[in-house]
């Protein structure tokens, strides 16, 4: 089973950038895709990027394209989302998550970073 572990976010100013890291340990040679979602107060969870370990270009929400990055270390089973040019409504619990590809089923999920951004 693998577990998911975010860091990175906190507080930051408008136009500001952050990096998000999600670390992954446990059995996980199956999940093969690995995203950032993210939920913003009364708002539902959406997906923000994703990237398929194995090759592949990432996936991007239209409202982050060209703000942020999602990268990863081979080595260390880390997945990053750079965030550049942070506006307002970026505010939101980030959360990562990893799935098979093919699938639509987001099976592993981790706990949350909140990113805050002030105007």
């Known amino acids: 089973q693998v577990q998911l572990v975010e860091s990175g976010g906190g507080p930051v100013q408008a136009g500001g950038s952050l990096r998000l890291s999600c670390a992954a340990s446990?059995?996980?040679?199956?999940?093969?895709?690995m995203g950032w979602f993210r939920q913003a107060p009364g708002k539902e969870r959406e997906f923000v990027a994703a990237?398929?370990?194995?090759?592949?270009?990432?996936e991007y929400a239209d409202s982050v394209k060209g703000r942020f990055t999602i990268s990863r270390h081979d080595t260390r089973n880390t997945v990053y989302l750079q965030m550049s040019s942070l506006q307002a409504e970026d505010t939101a619990v980030y959360y990562c998550?990893?799935?098979?590809?093919?699938?639509?089923?987001?099976?592993?999920w981790g706990q949350g970073t909140q990113v805050t951004v002030s105007s």
């Open positions: 446990g059995r996980s040679y199956r999940l093969n895709v």
């Open positions: 990237l398929r370990l194995n090759g592949g270009g990432p």
């Open positions: 998550a990893a799935k098979s590809l093919g699938s639509s089923d987001w099976r592993a």
